[in-house]
């Protein structure tokens, strides 16, 4: 049974309570010279500032510290490009819970290397969502308890924690965007944005892999696209208890091509001095691109991640 989104609200509010003391409260950033390009009021939270440099960590903590002492002997596996299981390793660190990670053999050796900094147990699979249901369903059979990256409610709870501090600081907002990959994070922020009142949603994609957008537009999970995005956070599809949250709660996917994440990427830094991941730096690019849509407005957004090498 699903749950509504007022049901998910009180979820996400004792989530934030329950994370409080493991998680950092990020800051926002404003940057007038950002607004001047960009058009409008932005209201940047800063989650690549977060622990492990994503707002994963989030999610990471609210279900970790739901689970059973026996489940917590037992450890925890996932599967993930980097930030989640990043965020899955630091908090097991934190909690004494043994975690295992299913990764892409074509994963970034930044996100590799920052899993294997928090001593999660690393096994390499080939890209792709088959590979990762078949790691799923492999490790099933070991005894631990699968934590998804984005497909379940303690997840959605945890990671919309940081719209909640968002719009704690800066409500009221006109519009909130967060970037669309499994949608934890775009169903976290949809919740807390109704909850507040926002009157538009939207997630962001890059047109490489916009099965979000699709399972939108024809009313049903679509498959996750090739592997071809350099927004490699974003290269997945919906989940179940995601999708039906986005149907609730958001009013659109806005699309974006590889090359004006760059710009926008590049433009963030200039601005703000932040370099942020190109899965993060997609919300920048949708309100440049479609910048008559957000023109003189106030805007949240999540930059949701800075792991990525900044500019030499």
């Known amino acids: ?146 934590i998804p990256p984005y497909n379940h409610p303690h997840i959605i709870a945890g990671q919309g924690t940081a719209t909640l501090e968002l719009l704690q600081a800066v409500a009221p907002l006109d519009v909130l965007l967060a970037p669309l990959g499994g949608g934890g994070l775009l169903a976290g922020t949809a919740v807390a944005a109704r909850a507040y009142g926002v009157s538009q949603v939207f997630g962001v994609e890059p047109e490489l892999a916009a099965d979000g957008w699709a399972s939108l537009q024809q009313g049903s999970i679509q498959p996750a696209m090739a592997p071809l995005s350099i927004c490699d956070g974003l290269l997945t599809n919906l989940g179940s208890h995601t999708f039906a949250v986005l149907q609730q709660g958001v009013d659109g996917v806005l699309l974006v091509n590889d090359e004006e994440v760059l710009v926008a990427q590049q433009l963030c830094y200039r601005t703000t001095g932040a370099w942020i991941e190109p899965s993060s730096a997609t919300v920048i690019a949708a309100i440049s691109r479609y910048a008559e849509q957000f023109k003189g407005l106030r805007v949240g957004a999540i930059s949701s991640g800075g792991n990525a090498l900044p500019p030499q």
């Not at 279900?63 to 002997?73: D, E, G, I, K």
């Not at 908090?91 to 920052?114: D, E, F, P, S, Y």
């Open 1 to 146: 049974m699903e749950l509504s989104l007022d049901q998910y609200f009180s979820e996400l509010q004792q989530a934030a309570q329950r994370i409080a003391p493991m998680c950092l409260h990020t800051p926002i950033v404003h940057s007038n010279s950002l607004d001047q390009a960009l058009g409008c009021q932005l209201y940047l939270k800063a989650e690549h500032q977060q622990h492990t440099g994503a707002f994963k960590y989030r999610g990471a903590c609210n279900a970790l510290l739901q689970l059973s002492p026996a489940q917590r002997q037992a450890g925890v596996f996932t599967v993930s490009s980097g930030n989640h299981g990043a965020a899955l390793a630091a908090a097991g660190q934190q909690l004494g819970i043994a975690v295992r990670v299913g990764v892409a053999r074509t994963a970034l050796a930044l996100k590799r290397a920052n899993m294997a900094r928090y001593a999660a147990e690393l096994i390499t699979i080939k890209p792709g969502m088959a590979a990762r249901e078949a790691f799923v369903a492999e490790q099933q059979r070991s005894g631990r308890l699968f």
